[in-house]
């Protein structure tokens, strides 16, 4: 059995991959310094898969401590999902940020090269592309100049990577994630944001719950079919599962070139209005909401072009919007509950 470290895996996107790799078969080391997330869901994975990961409390950015966790256990492949992500934050503490998401991936790769540990699945993101000037947006456009220091990490980790693979027998393939939302079936485990969402689906689910007030749309006067913003909303279930088959794609050798790049999204764009209705739908209640201005920052509209993933990967998602809004609403009602 292959035992793959999971960085982050205690958070959001991780904690539902850590759930697909124990159910293909994998052994988990979560590292995780429970910055963003909470012990309990060890439990959680538990109770879904019937196993309790591994676990050590690191902070991965300080190199002594990232060195423990190679010592501690036998590592042979790692998923990097250790990072800060929040856009509006990365921009009054950029130092922070800077040093955080680069020292994790930093003291990662020279463990795997001094270890030779060679396969890498790193966490990166759409955000990478900025505004596209053309869509579907295709793994080969352009990136253009990040809009914080957040996007900026996933474009260095990325350019990072590019010359890591060249000097080394490291081989590494980067999501690039458009916007994870939803949560596990089970309504165990899911997203639990620390103080006030920045994102759009904890925001509406907290409002609907009672946790916020409002919901404020940021702007209707975009040139989109109903004004607001349009995005490539994925169920974090589907995310997680391209994981594990990007994963596969290192172990099995079946990578074209030491670094891949792949589009994780549904290749469907929602505006946030389709996004508000839907969950209405789902949740048969009535969103307390209104137009605010523009937030800065935001792109207009961006959506994947899916078929390099699904060619190269065989990996679609599958999930409805319908399925996405449902399942982060039975999450946040297991969350109120508590
Ligand atoms: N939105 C609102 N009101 C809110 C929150 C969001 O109207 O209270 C809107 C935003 O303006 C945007 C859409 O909902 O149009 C989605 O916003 P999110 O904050 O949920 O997601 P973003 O697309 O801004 O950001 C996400 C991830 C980032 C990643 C980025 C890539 O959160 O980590 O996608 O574009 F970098």
Request: glycine share 6%; net charge neutral.
């Amino acid at each position: 059995m292959k035992t793959i470290l999971v960085t982050g895996g205690a958070g959001f996107i991780g904690s539902h991959t850590v759930v697909e790799l124990q159910q293909s078969g994998y052994d988990v080391v979560i590292a995780d310094n429970l910055y963003n997330s909470d012990i309990e869901v060890l439990d959680k994975i538990e109770e879904i898969t019937g196993k309790k990961p591994h676990f050590i409390k690191v902070d991965l950015s300080k190199t002594k401590e990232c060195n423990l966790v190679f010592e501690t256990y036998n590592i042979d492949g790692i998923i990097n999902f250790a990072a800060f992500k929040a856009v509006g934050e990365s921009c009054s503490m950029p130092i922070e940020y800077y040093k955080n998401n680069m020292n994790i991936l930093l003291n990662l790769l020279d463990n795997m090269k001094r270890r030779d540990i060679n396969y890498i699945v790193h966490s990166s993101s759409c955000t990478v592309y900025g505004e596209p000037d053309s869509l579907p947006i295709k793994e080969e456009s352009p990136t253009k100049k990040a809009e914080s220091p957040y996007g900026n990490t996933k474009q260095m980790a990325e350019e990072v990577l590019s010359f890591v693979v060249q000097a080394t027998d490291i081989n590494a393939i980067a999501l690039r994630y458009f916007n994870p939302i939803g949560a596990h079936s089970s309504a165990k485990i899911g997203e639990l944001p620390r103080g006030v969402p920045n994102n759009l689906m904890p925001f509406i689910t907290q409002t609907a719950i009672g946790k916020r007030k409002e919901l404020v749309v940021f702007g209707d006067d975009y040139p989109t079919k109903d004004g607001t913003c349009i995005r490539d909303y994925i169920h974090v279930v589907d995310l997680a599962k391209a994981h594990i088959v990007a994963l596969n794609r290192l172990f099995e050798n079946k990578n074209k070139k030491p670094l891949e790049f792949f589009n994780i999204g549904t290749g469907n764009g929602f505006s946030v209005l389709d996004v508000i209705k839907s969950f209405e739908k789902t949740s048969n209640t009535k969103l307390n909401y209104k137009i605010g201005p523009r937030r800065k920052g935001d792109v207009i509209e961006i959506w994947a072009d899916t078929s390099f993933a699904e060619k190269l990967l065989g990996w679609k998602a599958q999930k409805t919007l319908d399925e996405m809004t449902l399942s982060a609403w039975n999450w946040e009602k297991a969350l109120s509950k508590k």
